[in-house]
C-alpha cells in the first residue's frame, strides 16, 4: 500500500481530516530529491576543467613562465593539496572510510592529477628518468595505489590501474584495444591477457582476504574486459594454427569460473558481461564453421542460428535479471 493509499484509508475511516489529508497530499506531491550525483559529477568536472585551464595557461605562458616556475607551481598545487589531505584524514581501515568533508575527494583528485602533471613534464623537459621511461611510469603508478588506498578512493584507484597498463605498455581502455589495430603481435595479445588475469586476481584477493572489498569492482571490471577481449583476438591471431581451440578452452573456462562467482556475489553487471562474451566467442565459431558453406543454405543456417541464439540471449538474460532481483 502506498502512503496515498493510506491517507486515503485513515480520511475514509475519519481518523484523518480532510484539512490534514490535503497537507499531505501536498507535502507528498512535493516531497525532495537528492542532488548528490549531480553536484559530484559538477565538482569532478571542475576539477578537471581547473586542471585544462591550468594546463592551457602554462602552454600559451611558457616562455613568460619560464620550466622552473611552471614546475614550481605545479608541485605548490600537488604538495598543498595533499598536505590538506593528510592533515584531515581519517585513520587508515580495511573497510571503507568515509570522505572527512565534501571538498576532501575533490581535492585529492586536484593532487593526483597534478603529481602526474609534474611527473610527466620532469621526464619531458629534464630527462630526470633517462631513457628509463619503465621507472617514469612505475614511480607514480606507485604513489597512486598508495594514495588509493591510503584515503580510499575509487577514481585514484582507477588511475593507478591505468598507470600500470601504461607501465605495461598497453592501454586499460577498452575502445583503444579494439581500435589498436596491432593484435597480430603476440607480444601484446600476451601482455593484454597477463594484465587482465593480474587485475582479476587483485579482485579476488581483495575479496578473500576482506581489504577493500569495495574496491572489487574496479578490478573485476577492468579486468573482465581486457581478458575476454586479450582471448578473443589471441583466437582471431592463432586461428590457422592448432592452439586457436586452445583459446577458446581458455575464453570459456574463464567465463564459466566468472559466472559462477557473479552468481555467488549477486552481481547482474558481470553476469551479464560474462554472457556477451560468451555469446559473442559461440558466434565467431558457428560462423567461421557456416564460412566454408558457399552457397545460399550457409547463409539461411546463419541467418536463422542468430534469430534464435538472440531470441534464447534475451530471454535468459530477462530471466536471470528477475531470479536475481527476487533472491
Known sequence: MTNADLYETLKEEGTLSPESYEKLCEKQG?????????????????????????GVLI??????????????LIAAISGGCFYYCFKHKKPFSKELVKAPNAMFDYLLLLASLSFL?????????????GTNYGLATFIPMVVLFYVAYEFDHLGILSMAIANLAVWMGVSVTPSRLLSN?????????????????????????????????HFRFSYLHFGTHISFIALLFGYFNAYESKLAVLWLL?????????????????????VLLVILYSYLAVSILVFRMLDGINNMGGLYLLCFYFIISATVLILRIVRLNKQMKAS
Do not use: C, P
Open 117 to 129: 602533471t609534474f611527473t610527466g613534464y620532469l621526464q619531458f623537459q629534464y630527462q630526470v628518468f
Open 181 to 213: 589495430g596491432n593484435f597480430d603481435n603476440q607480444t601484446v595479445i600476451y601482455t593484454y591477457l597477463g594484465l587482465g588475469f593480474i587485475l582479476l586476481l587483485a579482485g579476488f584477493l581483495t575479496d578473500r582476504y576482506d581489504f577493500k572489498k
Open 59 to 72: 602552454y600559451k605562458n611558457i616562455d613568460t613562465i619560464g620550466h622552473q616556475g611552471i614546475l614550481a
Open 250 to 270: 581458455v575464453l570459456f573456462a574463464l567465463a564459466f569460473y566468472l559466472y559462477l562467482d557473479a552468481l555467488r556475489h549477486q552481481s547482474f553487471y558481470f
Open 30 to 54: 512535493n516531497t525532495l530529491f537528492s542532488l548528490h550525483w549531480e553536484l559530484k559529477t559538477l565538482l569532478y568536472l571542475g576539477v578537471m576543467m581547473l586542471s585544462t585551464g591550468l
